[in-house]
Structures are given as structure tokens and as C-alpha cells.
């Protein structure tokens, strides 16, 4: 199959040297294509900035910013049998970016922020019946009702959900698998691919 994968953070720019981002390392969407691609499927990875070598017999595509992100994504979802989301997208991004060096003055700051393109939403509108959309949560607090929310308003067919503190810029994570039909698959702590693995052998069977 084709498999379009997203993975790692964004940088939303404030000027030349400052930029807006998070402790994403990519490295559960970068596990997930690694194991995708050993199974024989033609796997697409769109890669924001993360320091990690591309795996192999993966298209890789870097990015740095949501809208990079979006374009990407946008141009590469026609052909994809399976889309698998784990990028973490920034939500927000400075509004007025400026091209010089921003300089310190007297007093505090005020930066303004403007909303990013809801990637998984559009996604998940547009998506055909053909198409397989996988995505992540990661939350605080409120993890499984937090992920099926998410699972419904954007239209996945699965989910894969962890508290941050399991997952989040570590080399193990801890997921709950949901999908369309209410079905929970609890994963136990493990490194992330094995847990790649898992969840692949899972959504795919």
C-alpha cells in the first residue's frame, strides 16, 4: 500500500534566529515508517525539523512550518491508501513574523498568534471512503475521553492516544488504540517500535 506518514515538531517563525515550536523528537512517526517500509508498503514520510536519519526505502519530505506541513501533506494524501498523522503541528503561529533580527528593548513583549491549519481536520473532511486515517493524542489529563472526541470531530478511523508524560520526547511510550467502533486496545509501556509495531500489526490486519 501507499502510507503517507507525518511526523515531528514544526517551527513557527518570529524572526531570522526565533521561532515557536515543541519537545516533539519525531520518533514514533519516524519508528512507524521504518516498520511500514519493512513490510514491503511504499511509505511517504513528511518530516518536520528533527535529528534523526531518514529510514530506509523512505520518500522523505522536510518541512519547518505548519503551512509547509499542510502544502505537503495537501500534495501527497490523493495517492495514499493509509494517512498516518503523528506530526505535532503547531496550533498557533506569530502573526507578524519580521525579517530582521529582532532587537531587546525596555519592558515586556507582546507577540501576537494566529491560528494554523487544522491539517487532521481537513484531512478528515476531504478524506475518500477508500482512505485510512490514523491519528494521534497526546494528552495531560483526560486521555481517553480527549481521544475519542478527537477521533470523532476529525473524522479518524483510529487513534492512538498517551498521556505526554509517557511519550512525549521520550524512546518508550504507553498508548490506548481506539478506533471508529468504540473498540479500546490498551499497549503497554515498551520502546516506541516496538510500539510502532504493535499498532501497525493492529490497524493494518
Do not use: C
Amino acid at each position: 500500500m501507499n502510507i503517507l506518514i507525518t511526523a515531528g515538531p514544526t517551527r513557527e517563525k518570529i524572526d531570522p534566529v526565533r521561532f515557536i515550536s515543541n519537545r516533539s523528537t519525531g520518533k514514533m512517526g519516524y519508528a512507524i515508517a521504518t516498520y511500514a517500509a519493512s513490510l514491503g508498503h511504499q511509505v511517504t514520510l513528511i518530516s518536520g525539523p528533527v535529528s534523526l536519519k531518514a529510514p530506509a526505502g523512505v520518500t522523505l519530505i522536510p518541512v519547518e512550518s505548519a503551512a509547509d506541513m499542510a502544502a505537503a501533506v495537501h500534495a501527497n494524501t490523493p495517492e495514499a491508501d493509509v494517512i498516518i498523522m503523528s506530526a505535532a503541528v503547531a496550533d498557533y503561529r506569530p502573526a507578524h513574523p519580521i525579517d530582521s533580527k529582532m532587537k531587546k528593548q525596555p519592558g515586556n513583549l507582546f507577540l501576537e498568534l494566529e491560528r494554523t491549519e487544522d491539517i487532521l481536520g481537513t484531512v478528515g473532511k476531504n478524506k475518500r471512503a477508500d482512505q485510512l486515517l490514523i491519528g494521534f493524542a497526546a494528552e495531560t489529563e483526560e486521555l481517553e475521553a480527549r481521544a475519542l472526541d478527537k477521533l470523532k470531530r476529525k473524522n479518524m478511523d483510529w487513534i492512538i492516544a498517551n498521556l505526554v508524560s509517557d511519550g512525549f520526547g521520550n524512546d518508550t511510550n504507553k498508548v490506548i488504540i481506539f478506533n471508529r467502533n468504540g473498540e479500546r486496545f490498551p499497549l503497554a509501556l515498551a520502546e516506541k517500535s516496538d510500539i510502532a509495531k504493535q499498532a501497525i500489526d493492529l490497524i493494518l490486519k
